[in-house]
């Protein structure tokens, strides 16, 4: 069964420094999301993504995040300077239609340090 | 707006005892509504789902859970429980592509 897949698993990072999360949706879907789980909470919200351009964005992405589908197959999330309270598990999703379900990758663990 | 309600942060419950997680949700137009399960330091596996049809929905490992409109429910059940069941589990709603609204998730104990 095709799946989402992330990378890297884990991120440790200097708080200040940039990172960026990749995924790699299912090869049909159209639309594209992130998520973060911050340790012992639920999981939020960041991001969807649709032809080339946000769809919708949550109050927790801010300037210092951004999305980008720079090829075919990829999909990223960067956050350009890195606070503590970043780190969390981000979740990345993708979904074909209007009637399926958004399938998730297994995480990206984010440290900032 | 969608939002999710898990009024149990933490179940415990003896194994081979019964278990119903629940949830209620809130929207103005239909939803489809989910059980997902994470076990610790890992990510979120479906369990079940609910887009249309039977409002009675079979999931994996023995789980199945039923919708009721008028009540605004998607509760979790399990006839029997096991060890391996020990995980949290995060009801949640959608609506066509829109993003995915969790609950604040329910911990699941399963003592020997």
């Known amino acids: 069964e095709p799946e989402v897949t992330q990378t890297p698993s884990h991120q440790v990072t200097q708080m200040g420094q940039e990172v960026i999360l990749r995924c790699v949706p299912i090869s049909n879907h159209l639309y594209f999301y992130w998520y973060r789980q911050i340790l012992g909470q639920k999981v939020e919200f960041l991001v969807s993504f649709y032809n080339n351009e946000i769809s919708e964005k949550s109050e927790i992405f801010d300037d210092q995040f951004s999305v980008e589908r720079p090829d075919g197959s990829n999909f990223t999330l960067k956050i350009r300077s890195t606070k503590l309270e970043d780190s969390a598990m981000y979740f990345c999703?993708?979904?074909?239609?209007?009637?399926?379900?958004?399938?998730f990758g297994p995480g990206t663990r984010l440290t900032v340090l | 707006a969608q939002s999710v309600t898990q009024l149990d942060s933490q179940v415990p419950v003896f194994e081979e005892a019964p278990v119903e997680l629940r949830c209620n949700y809130s929207s103005s137009v239909s939803v489809y509504l989910f059980w997902y399960v994470q076990y610790p330091n890992q990510g979120l596996q479906l369990l079940l789902k609910y887009l249309s049809g039977s409002t009675l929905v079979k999931g994996i490992n023995g789980f199945e859970a039923e919708f009721n409109k008028s009540q605004t429910s998607f509760h979790l059940r399990k006839p029997s429980v096991h060890i391996s069941d020990t995980a949290e589990y995060f009801c949640?709603?959608?609506?066509?592509?829109?993003?995915?609204?969790f609950g604040t998730g329910t911990k699941l104990q399963v003592i020997p």
């Open positions: 949640a709603v959608s609506w066509g592509y829109q993003k995915v609204t």
């Open positions: 999703a993708s979904v074909q239609g209007a009637s399926d379900t958004q399938y």
